[in-house]
């Protein structure tokens, strides 16, 4: 059969990645072709809800007009000079990145797991060069049921065995302790040795677990009191997702991205990405201030795409939706509101006995174990009913919408899941 004679249906591509890729992803047998805001639609023309939102980088929506008019435009004038050069984007992007977070400078790399490799190199060398550690044995605190990405060091303080099981031999240097527990801190802060505290605010893939409301502010201040950087991966959490800009911003009152650099638990160290391009291109950043980040000299770091032309045009466009869409707000109130109606379904279901989260960022915690099959039954069930989510660890669903999402489609939505959840047979 010729190419053309051939159907092309969502089963013959979904075979062809079977046949040709290799099977390092589980996809829900969905196969789309299109996305337009909160919607994408599948090879047959069926539209559904993006409820994952590529993992939190499609904040602004799919195909946002004013993100792809930046990247089209840029695309087609400069697109790659690599950092052997100069060229007239990269100045006013830094320029602009940094004032809207509040850091004096920005390390450009293209995806999270290099945004986070990035700031490990930084506050190992700040601590060698700053803080009088002896060569190799500076000590990077994480969390158990971390999640920070993919590369070799990264999987070796994993605690995931899939992640991390015949990976190795793996990185040292990190010391793994309890999620959202101030005390183990506190107890492995008194080593000298230990320069560091890396943590997402709330995990996303671990099943969205948030901390408790002082566990950032309290991290901080042990980082503090013990000569340590404080380092916050918002590679899935920043950017409005969870109502405020950053996650690291917590209950803070303010609007918009203005007080909000005075009154927040301003980290050390920022890793962005996902969102930070609105899902359209890859672009990551680690943000510090000038004391730290002037350990990293010429020749001592970089990446051939870091802070090219296209994601420098793509990233300011992203921030600037993200504000000119009140879209911290909209995630903020939508949020609650999501909740509020999934609280209301549980009382009226034995199959979900928990909703949380925080802005648009939550996850439903299903009423089986984590081995079982019902979190990933469930979701080919939302799919049939137009609404794509996937499981993470098992029994958890996250479910985070594009943050343009509106109060009507939000209820469309919630009606979805309820409908689903109430006709659902294990
Ligand atoms: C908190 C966090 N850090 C880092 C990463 C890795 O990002 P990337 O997949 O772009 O390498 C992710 C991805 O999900 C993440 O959630």
């Known amino acids: 059969m010729s190419e053309i004679e051939v159907l092309k249906n969502s089963q013959y591509y979904i075979d062809l990645e079977n046949q040709h890729g290799a099977h390092n992803y589980h996809p ?19 539209k559904y809800y993006d409820f994952l939102s590529a993992y939190s980088a499609v904040n602004q929506g799919h195909s946002h007009p004013k993100i792809l008019a930046a990247l089209i435009a840029q695309a087609q004038t400069l697109a790659l000079t690599s950092r052997a050069f100069y060229n007239n984007v990269l100045g006013p992007y830094e320029k602009y990145v940094t004032e809207y977070f509040g850091f004096d ?42 999640f920070h990405g993919r590369t070799t060091t990264i999987i070796s303080f994993s605690d995931d065995d899939n992640a991390r099981d015949n990976f190795g031999p793996y990185t040292g240097g990190f010391v793994s302790i309890p999620y959202n527990d101030i005390k183990a801190l506190e107890e492995v802060a008194k080593d000298k040795n230990v320069i560091g505290f890396l943590v997402e605010p709330i995990q996303g893939e671990a099943g969205v677990y948030t901390p408790d409301e002082d566990f950032i502010a309290k991290a901080q201040e042990i980082c503090h009191a013990n000569n340590m950087l404080f380092i916050a991966d918002e590679v899935q ?29 301003k980290p050390d160290i920022l890793i962005l990405g996902k969102a930070l391009s609105g899902g359209a291109y890859p672009v990551s950043a680690v943000l510090a201030d000038e004391h730290i980040m002037e350990v990293i000299k010429p020749g001592q770091h970089g990446s051939t795409f870091g802070g090219n032309p296209i994601a420098a045009k793509v990233a ?13 707000q909209n995630a903020r109130r939508l949020g609650n509101l999501f909740r509020q109606e999934m609280n209301r379904i549980i009382e009226k279901t034995d199959l979900v006995v928990k909703v949380r989260g925080k802005g648009l960022l939550n996850a439903i915690i299903i009423n089986d174990t984590p081995e079982s099959e ?27 919408p594009p943050l343009v999402i509106t109060e009507e489609q939000i209820l469309e939505c919630v009606a979805i899941i309820e409908k689903t959840i109430m006709e ?3």
């Open 424 to 426: 659902f047979k294990k």
């Open 28 to 46: 829900l047998p969905v196969v789309l072709e299109k996305g337009e805001g909160v919607y994408v639609w599948d090879v047959e023309g069926k």
């Open 316 to 328: 300011v466009a992203a921030l600037d939706v993200v504000a000119e869409e009140n879209l911290i």
């Open 105 to 146: 400078k920005v390390l450009p790399m293209n995806t999270g797991a290099e945004a986070v490799e990035t700031a490990i190199k930084l506050c190992r060398k700040w601590a060698y060069e700053k803080n009088g550690i002896e060569e190799n044995e500076a000590t990077i605190v994480v969390c158990k049921g971390n």
């Open 237 to 265: 959490t920043g950017i409005a997702r969870t109502g405020s800009l950053l996650a690291v911003c917590g209950n803070c009152s303010c609007e918009n991205q203005c007080e909000r650099q005075l009154t927040y638990t």
């Open 374 to 400: 019902t979190a990933w039954n469930l979701c080919v069930k939302l799919k049939e009913n137009g609404l794509l989510a996937k499981p993470t660890h098992g029994n958890i669903i996250r479910l985070a």
